[in-house]
Nanobody
């Protein structure tokens, strides 16, 4: 499975961006997908996850502002980011949990897309 993010950029505080993650390869093996981010000097943190049946989970810092969605027919996951704050500035990574065997799962990552929010 390969993951490619797009949609990052520079935006003013209070603005919006939509990130996309396109999956290719053995996409039928994908279970949960998610977005994570990493700011300079900080650890990678959870932004949002979405299961194959649509169940979602959000990090506390983005609840009420970000929305994750997934189009399984197109193998694309989205992250709609509203009311952006300077502290949302980070590299955003797409993640997929891939089932490789009855008991085995691996994590795949995209290359990341930069989001910068100016005040």
């Amino acid at each position: 499975v390969q993951l490619v993010e797009s949609g990052g950029g520079l935006v003013l505080a209070g603005g919006s961006l939509r990130l996309s993650c396109t999956a290719s390869g053995s996409t039928f093996r994908i279970n949960r997908m998610g977005w994570y981010r990493q700011a300079p000097g900080k650890q990678r943190e959870l932004v949002a996850t979405i299961s194959s049946d649509g169940a979602v989970n959000y990090g506390d810092s983005v609840k009420g502002r970000f929305t994750v969605s997934r189009d399984n027919t197109k193998n694309i996951m989205y992250l709609q980011m509203n009311s952006l704050k300077p502290e949302d500035t980070a590299v955003y990574y797409c993640n997929a949990q891939v089932i490789v065997s009855i008991e085995g799962k691996i994590e795949e990552w995209g290359q990341g897309t930069q989001v910068a929010v100016s005040s």
